[in-house]
């Protein structure tokens, strides 16, 4: 079965830091990821998807993650921080054979940003 | 472009009591439709998924039904609510499997149901 972990359901940086989510993920099929972000109180938006093209995938609001087999990860990053980018983030993995339109979300991770 | 909508937005039921939460996707024919639950620190539980009118699955056993009575209406209910059915409830919808399916899923806006 697939499924994703998020290492750290809690993250903080500074304002203007880099921003690391990590996303280590299991599949029987050549994976399609995704990853979210919710703001409080609001539903799920898409930042990006990996589909077997590129490795490295940019989103929205200058997020980007890298695809790596040999390490099972997709982890999602940001160069500099905004104030605006304290949300909950989710990765997400779909699901193979039956459920292949099904995804399996990790547990998430909330990120802070420090002024 | 394609919209989601749920409502209520937000919902105070007593213990007991039915309920009725509403979705609809626009701008798109037969999609995939799903509702999920997220609980206070458990992450998105998915509840039920539709392919299709009239056709339901669902992965947890609970308190909970849902019924797709038009292709872009997806509908979740309940008898009779229970504490434990609190939470956030969101509503989402995939391109059907068709020769190039996306896989991603679009969310709606969610209701915040609160048992009382």
């Known amino acids: 079965a697939q499924s994703v972990t998020q290492l750290g359901s809690h993250v903080s940086v500074s304002e203007g830091a880099l921003v690391l989510l990590r996303c280590n993920y299991s599949?029987?099929?050549?994976?399609?990821l995704f990853w979210y972000v919710q703001y409080p109180n609001q539903g799920l938006q898409l930042l990006l998807k990996?589909?077997?093209?590129?490795?490295l995938v940019k989103g929205i609001n200058g997020f980007e993650a890298e695809f790596k087999k040999s390490e099972t990860s997709f982890h999602l990053t940001k160069p500099s921080a905004h104030m605006s980018d304290a949300a909950e983030y989710f990765c997400?993995?779909?699901?193979?054979?039956?459920?292949?339109?099904?995804?399996?979300f990790g547990k998430g991770t909330k990120l802070s940003v420090i002024p | 472009s394609q919209t989601i909508h749920q409502w209520p937005a937000t919902l105070v039921q007593p213990v007991g009591s039915p309920l009725s939460l509403e979705c609809t996707v626009e701008?798109?024919?037969?999609?995939?439709l799903y509702w999920y639950r997220q609980a206070a620190g458990r992450g998105l539980q998915l509840l039920f998924y539709?392919?299709?009118?009239?056709?339901i699955s669902s992965e947890v056993p609970q308190n909970l039904s849902a019924s797709r009575p038009q292709d872009r209406q997806f509908i979740l209910s309940s008898k009779k609510l229970l504490l434990s059915d609190s939470g956030f409830y969101l509503c989402?919808?995939?391109?059907?499997?068709?020769?190039?399916?996306?896989?991603?899923?679009?969310f709606g806006p969610g209701t915040r149901l609160t048992v009382t």
């Open positions: 989402a919808w995939s391109v059907r499997w068709g020769r190039t399916p996306g896989y991603e899923q679009y």
């Open positions: 599949s029987s099929v050549p994976p399609y």
């Open positions: 990996y589909t077997s093209a590129a490795t």
């Open positions: 997400a993995v779909r699901g193979s054979g039956a459920g292949s339109y099904q995804l399996t």
């Open positions: 701008g798109t024919s037969n999609p995939n």
């Open positions: 539709s392919v299709g009118i009239g056709q």
